[in-house]
């Protein structure tokens, strides 16, 4: 995942001028589940399909101009990256919630994660 990459593509677009704000999140897997028991790997999937589906919808947002995402599936380790989803757009208050809408509805409706856990909890 390459999140620079990913803002350079946006900012090469034509209409870029219109650009006023580009931000992004990164996905990593953290070292505990939300309960506190320690995690030793996650196995990760996803529907792309949905995922294609809703950068189209979040596109239709006002000022939102484009929305690139990219992931990664399988096992994965403590501290590897999951998902990187960038949107570029006019201003923050338009901005800011199409990330975090994006980033929300891809958890919700297009991702399937499973946790392995360890024995010990962490100290």
Do not use: C, W
Not at 40 to 63: C, F, L, P
């Amino acid at each position: 995942m390459d999140i620079t990459k990913m803002v350079r593509n946006l900012r090469r677009r034509k209409n870029s001028e219109k650009i006023g704000m580009i931000v992004s999140h990164l996905g990593i897997v953290r070292g505990t589940s939300l309960d506190g028991q320690k995690v030793t790997s996650i196995q990760v999937e996803y529907d792309h399909e949905a995922i294609q589906n809703i950068i189209q919808d979040i596109k239709r947002s006002k000022g939102i101009f484009d929305v690139q995402v990219q992931t990664k599936e399988g096992r994965l380790k403590v501290g590897d990256e999951i998902l990187a989803v960038v949107v570029a757009g006019d201003i923050r208050e338009n901005v800011f919630p199409a990330l975090i809408k994006t980033v929300n509805r891809i958890k919700a409706d297009a991702s399937k994660k499973k946790e392995t856990l360890s024995k010990r909890r962490p100290k």
